[in-house]
């Protein structure tokens, strides 16, 4: 049974830095690439980061590229989101999520943690 658990959201002013991790676990982590979704209030849920099994492939939203940064250790079965420059419209619950490829995460990946509040404040 695949779980993945996310940890690491909190309240924050805008243009400070938090970083969410994403524990996984029944499976073999390093097999399969990684995303980060969110969803804000009354908004669909939206892709933000995902990356490659080996970390080499990456790909962001156009909404926080420069300012977020995905990576992934292996070794920890573990998966982070570093968020920059934060800005109230960052706000949203955030998702790790993963599905059956090692290069891409699709849209409607399989698995998904239960979610971490991030809240930033103006």
């Known amino acids: 049974q695949v779980q993945l658990v996310e940890s690491g959201g909190g309240l924050v002013q805008a243009g400070d830095s938090l970083r969410l991790s994403c524990a996984a676990s029944?499976?073999?982590?390093?097999?399969?690439?990684m995303g980060w979704f969110r969803q804000a209030p009354g908004k669909e849920r939206e892709f933000v980061a995902a990356?490659?099994?080996?970390?080499?492939?990456?790909r962001y939203a156009d909404s926080v590229k420069g300012r977020f940064s995905i990576s992934r250790d292996n070794a920890k079965n573990t998966v982070y989101l570093q968020m920059n420059s934060l800005k109230p419209e960052d706000t949203a619950v955030y998702y790790c999520?993963?599905?059956?490829?090692?290069?891409?995460?699709?849209?409607?990946?399989?698995?998904w943690g239960q979610g971490t509040q991030v809240t930033v404040s103006s």
């Open positions: 999520a993963s599905g059956e490829s090692p290069v891409v995460v699709t849209t409607t990946p399989k698995y």
């Open positions: 029944g499976r073999t982590f390093g097999r399969y690439a």
């Open positions: 990356i490659s099994n080996g970390g080499v492939l990456i």
